[in-house]
């Protein structure tokens, strides 16, 4: 038992220390001395013990706030102080609940991105958080936890005004019930989202009622009424969103022949969705083994990066199969688009992508041969910057496919490059940059050598201000990858550290974001969760905890 007498509280927030004897604060020091007791037990305790300790600390901080709201201690747990007695036991709701987390894992950490989805600003939003945590539960096999979620998704939705906020919402609810495999109650939603569409007059408000309609159709497997829908759409975009609806379903639904068709009604509004339909319907017809209609699919998108790209995707997709025979012809076709591409780094980039697939497929000389081509392209490139960002390509993709002295040697160009260059921001962003794609291929050396150079050249240039930390999130990235947990842990604090300086929220969040990541990937779970708990915007926060359990779920059990 801790006893209290004659001690002093040291209240630490933001940094400042406040001492108070304990005899000022006698009615609140009976609950301060359980609370320090439970979680002190706790540390000495393993599994569901300890467990059963820490809630109790939890709940007794938790009366404490309730009990004496007005005081600087309930104060200072409320807003995630900490408070330590003089002996060294800190007491903080932050620090119990990651104490929690490192026992409960998954579950906890969907408990505490849940409770933080209550914080997103506007009923749309958090819908849309709850309906990812939904998906995230699906993926975990916690089905009776995702019924629970969709709950409180209803909760929500139902309390919502009649306005197209609500369809979209329904839009997502509906996502959420088909994953869950609940279908029974799409009917519903699909009344319900009917009647709202019913009211709206306005053209292009119409056209987005009618997309949802169709989208929750889709879900339903409605996918010829969904069609018929479609039709009723007067505005391009809107039509070219339903039509990349409908030819996902068609093709989950094995009705690829239909699919094609639908792809190609799709409006030209945004060609990249619209290739990115072409590619879903040319991979799925590749593995079902229809190779002339996949060839043919390929052979209807006119850009030729993109045809390129999908014309390698049904190289894979049949290799996997074992269709010797369409591999080579693939290649041969993607190839033939990609030398087609105008632009230089554009070529170099997507030759690389073949060479590594053809590496991938087992077709050593062909590869071997791409990469070639590949670097003879990226000769012709004339600016200084885009050569170094293309060399950087290929030699990430020459490594990943196991030509460890062929990305030296492009590593090295680079590199050359880089040196080359006037000292300035172009300078800076190309060391930068080649000392992330070193990283990203396990050359962690190579990345801080390059990191050294680039610091070098911020100190020379006075009016650059350099923070390494994006290259520093890449190797603890690499070093996670390596199951290196010590070392992630150090470079993690020296990122953090220098996340604390960037005035910029986005820019501060993202990077703590990416740190968050990497630490639960390496089982730093308590380090990642604190990571989290530095970001002061509740989006970034329930962004990062929702990447942090699903980090956990592709985790080797």
Request: hydrophobic share 45%; charged share 25%.
């Amino acid at each position: 038992m801790i006893n209290f007498a004659g001690k002093f509280l040291r209240v630490l927030v933001l940094g400042a220390v406040l001492i108070v004897p304990f005899s000022v604060v006698a009615d609140e020091a009976g609950l301060l001395e359980k609370a320090a007791t439970a979680y002190t037990s706790a540390g000495t305790l393993d599994g569901n013990d300890a467990k059963e300790k820490l809630i109790e600390a939890r709940q007794v901080l938790k009366e404490l706030i309730e009990t004496y709201p007005g005081s600087v201690f309930a104060k200072t747990l409320a807003e995630g102080g900490e408070l330590e007695v003089a002996d060294g036991n800190i007491l903080s709701l932050d620090i119990i609940q990651q104490d929690l987390c490192a026992i409960d894992g998954f579950d906890c950490v969907i408990r505490m991105a849940i409770d933080e989805s209550h914080e997103l600003k506007g009923d749309l939003y958090k819908v849309r958080g709850l309906v990812g945590i939904v998906k995230l539960q699906e993926k975990a096999g916690q089905l009776d936890s995702a019924a629970e979620t969709l709950e409180d998704i209803e909760g929500i939705v139902s309390a919502m005004p009649a306005g197209m906020s609500k369809l979209e919402a329904l839009d997502y609810t509906a996502e959420a019930y088909a994953l869950v495999g609940k279908k029974e109650a799409l009917s519903r939603i699909l009344d319900d989202a009917t009647e709202i569409q019913g009211r709206v007059s306005n053209d292009i408000e119409r056209s987005a009622a009618l997309n949802y309609i169709v989208s929750i159709q889709v879900e339903a497997g409605q996918l010829n009424e969904a069609l018929s829908t479609s039709e009723q759409i007067s505005n391009g975009r809107f039509k070219l969103y339903a039509l990349y609806s409908i030819g996902k379903g068609l093709v989950e639904a094995g009705r690829l022949s239909d699919a094609f068709s639908a792809v190609a009604r799709m409006p030209d509004d945004l060609k990249q969705l619209k290739y990115d339909a072409f590619m879903r319907v040319a991979k799925a017809q590749a593995e079902a083994g229809q190779v002339a209609e996949a060839f043919s699919t390929a052979e209807a998108i006119s850009d030729d990066a993109v045809k390129s790209y999908v014309f390698t995707v049904i190289a894979l997709a049949q290799a996997e199969a074992g269709g010797e025979g369409a591999v080579d012809t693939a290649f041969s076709n993607a190839e033939k688009a990609a030398q087609a591409i105008a632009d230089g780094k554009d070529k170099s980039s997507m030759l690389a992508v073949i060479a590594k697939a053809q590496a991938e497929a087992g077709r050593e000389d062909a590869a071997d041969a791409t990469f070639a081509a590949a670097a003879q392209s990226i000769d012709a490139i004339g600016n200084d910057e885009s050569r170094l960002s293309s060399l950087l390509e290929l030699a990430k993709a020459q490594a990943e496919a196991g030509r460890e002295e062929a990305a030296d040697a492009t590593f090295a160009a680079a590199s050359e490059v880089a040196y080359s260059l006037e000292d300035g921001y172009g300078k800076l962003d190309s060391f930068s940059a080649l000392a992330i794609a070193q990283a990203m291929v396990g050359r962690e050396n190579a990345a801080n050598e390059a990191l050294a150079e680039a610091e070098k050249v911020a100190q020379r240039v006075t009016y650059i201000n350099f923070s390494p930390s994006q290259v520093l999130v890449a190797i603890a990235t690499a070093q996670a990858e390596k199951g290196q947990k010590d070392a992630v842990s150090t470079t993690s604090s020296s990122v953090i550290a220098m996340a604390k300086s960037i005035a910029d929220d986005s820019t501060r969040n993202s990077i703590l974001l990416d740190v968050s990541e990497v630490q639960a990937k390496v089982g730093l779970l308590g380090e990642a969760l604190s990571t989290v708990q530095m970001m002061d915007i509740s989006e970034a926060k329930f962004h990062a905890l929702s990447r942090v359990a699903e980090t956990l779920l592709d985790q080797p059990q």
